[in-house]
């Protein structure tokens, strides 16, 4: 599972990491040339309306002798601008610079995150907490890196974390529902969703997702409502709609799988019709001529 471009662009990442600019703790670098950093204090408000520019100014001023607060400035500009190996390349020459940089530690964390480096992310996330950066992002982030390796008690770990520091975020509660469901723990998985569902009634994800947690279970009758609900509302991809007609026929519930498959058929268009065909067969398997 990914994380969403929907929680990247939330109002709530972005003042999280706008506010990761600039210098605040003390296991952090300071500047030790003072032009370097009058020449930083400079650049505020060209990093806040241009931050192209911001990324030009910085590269040009680089050197061998440069704080790691420019590496890791310009390593956070080409992160905000989507440029994530150029971000990746210079948070690590910040921490090369100044290793127990918490802010590098954490952003790089992300980055990694953002390409899939679940693996290297989660020693970056891990450090960030070891030197007291932890937070709900972090704790959220690292638990779906783990999620991603299959790491699930530890992901499961890590989302509790998360939803005590942030529990307003459905992603980490949804976190602890998929490593539910990939340890086989089917009816705490479908308590979980009972509760996101009560919350969050016309999502449409949610209530497939706990109509195929029924069929894991083995309890066709429960699924059926759940997609009959996607059905009434209208929201039934055509996936949706040939899973119900074939509980339907697996309850002998012959007419009223008919009437899902042609309402599938009328769906599918002029796409691949071999879905429904597919149910056409089944019903002539059946004898329903």
């Known amino acids: 599972p990914k994380i969403s471009e929907a929680f990247w662009n939330s109002s709530k990442f972005q003042k999280q990491f706008l506010a990761s600019y600039g210098v605040r703790s003390n296991v952090e670098p300071r500047f030790e040339n003072p032009e370097e950093q009058i020449f930083y204090s400079q650049l505020g408000d060209t990093i806040r309306d241009n931050p192209q520019q911001a990324i030009e100014k910085i590269t040009q001023r680089l050197n061998a002798s440069s704080s790691a607060i420019l590496s890791y400035t310009l390593a956070s500009l080409f992160f905000q601008e989507g440029q994530h190996q150029e971000a990746i390349k210079h948070y690590e020459v910040a921490l090369s610079q100044f290793p127990d940089y918490l802010r590098a530690h954490k952003n790089l964390g992300i980055a990694l995150i953002r390409e899939e480096r679940f693996g290297d992310s989660i020693t970056h996330l891990v450090e960030t907490i070891n030197l007291g950066g932890a937070d709900g992002t972090v704790y959220g982030l690292l638990g779906n890196a783990y999620l991603n390796l299959e790491k699930y008690a530890s992901a499961r770990l890590a989302y509790q974390n998360a939803t005590l520091l942030d529990a307003e975020n459905p992603l980490w509660e949804l976190g602890i529902i998929k490593c539910a469901i990939a340890t086989e723990r089917y009816q705490e998985a ?8 009560s919350k969050q009634p016309d999502n449409a994800a949610l209530w497939a997702l706990q109509g195929n947690v029924y069929l894991q279970m083995e309890e066709a009758d429960k699924a059926a409502v759940n997609f009959e609900i996607l059905r009434k509302s209208g929201k039934a991809t055509l996936q949706h709609l040939m899973l119900l007609g074939d509980i339907y026929m697996l309850s002998e519930s012959i007419d ?11 769906q599918d268009g002029k796409g691949d019709i071999r879905r429904s065909l597919n149910a056409a067969r089944i019903l002539l398997n059946q004898g329903a001529w």
């Open 190 to 197: 479908v308590s979980l969703l009972d509760g996101v569902l």
């Open 256 to 266: 009223l799988a008919l009437a899902v498959y042609l309402e599938a058929i009328e």
